[in-house]
Nanobody, 127 residues
């Protein structure tokens, strides 16, 4: 069974940076597309970025485009999300999620397409 553990969250001032990590165990991460999602206070999880199994498909939410870089190291079973120029509206709990990859290779930003989720890491951006 695939398990995901996020880390790297914390408290930063506006303009600061964080790098989130998502480490997988139980199964090989290179069989899965990975998405990162943000949950602000409320039930909805917003997709902020995703990457396909080979890294050939990468997507970013418009709200954070230009400030995010997603990458994956399949040998380490880890996906990273580098976040720069963070703003107070970026505050929330960030989750990574996995979806078993099918052809054609692609990823999606919709939370409903991901059956496996981590527990989340909290990001707070405030002065």
């Amino acid at each position: 069974q695939l398990q995901l553990v996020e880390s790297g969250g914390g408290f930063v001032q506006p303009g600061g940076s964080l790098r989130l990590s998502c480490v997988a165990s139980g199964l090989a991460l290179d069989d899965y597309n990975i998405g990162w999602f943000r949950q602000a206070p409320g039930p909805e999880r917003e997709g902020v970025s995703c990457v396909s199994v080979s890294g050939g498909s990468i997507k970013y939410a418009d709200s954070m485009k230009g400030r995010l870089t997603i990458s994956r190291d399949n040998a380490r079973n880890t996906v990273y999300l580098q976040m720069n120029n963070l703003q107070p509206e970026d505050t929330g709990v960030y989750y990574c999620a996995a979806d078993f990859a099918v052809w054609p290779p692609d990823c999606q930003l919709g939370a409903g397409g991901y059956p496996s989720w981590g527990q989340g890491t909290r990001v707070t951006v405030s002065s």
